[in-house]
Nanobody, 118 residues
Framework: APLKESGGGSAQAGGSLRLTCFAS?????????LGWFRQAEGSDRTEVAG???????TYANSVKGRFTISKDFPKNILYLQMNNLKVEDTAKYFC????????????WGQGTQVTVSS
């Protein structure tokens, strides 16, 4: 698979988790924009954070100040550091890729579950 997530699991509210996405399908091809999405049960998939090929980042208002998206260029790895987790962060998290000139993400990982308890 070109994108594979890991690092999900369980945490208590206030805790931290770090998600990792191995972008093996994009070796050195960093003309791609990457993002993290999440989908809670019964809800639509929404974008949590994005990073473009210049390293510029965007965040959903709900995670600003708590989550940090970053990427390791040489290793082709995308990260999502999640701090001060809240129960409402519980969801399946997906990494995704798109050509930066496109508006929609076209490649998706299979997702990793994050469960936050109070």
């Amino acid at each position: 698979a070109p994108l594979k997530e890991s690092g999900g699991g369980s945490a208590q509210a206030g805790g931290s988790l770090r998600l990792t996405c191995f972008a093996s399908g994009y070796p050195g091809s960093w003309n791609y924009c990457l993002g993290w999405f999440r989908q809670a049960e019964g809800s639509d998939r929404t974008e949590v954070a994005g990073i473009d090929n210049a390293g510029r980042t965007t965040y959903a208002n709900s995670v600003k100040g708590r989550f940090t998206i970053s990427k390791d260029f040489p290793k082709n790895i995308l990260y999502l550091q999640m701090n001060n987790l809240k129960v409402e962060d519980t969801a399946k998290y997906f990494c995704a890729a798109r050509r930066c000139g496109d508006t929609t993400y076209s490649v998706w990982g299979q997702g990793t579950q994050v469960t936050v308890s109070s």
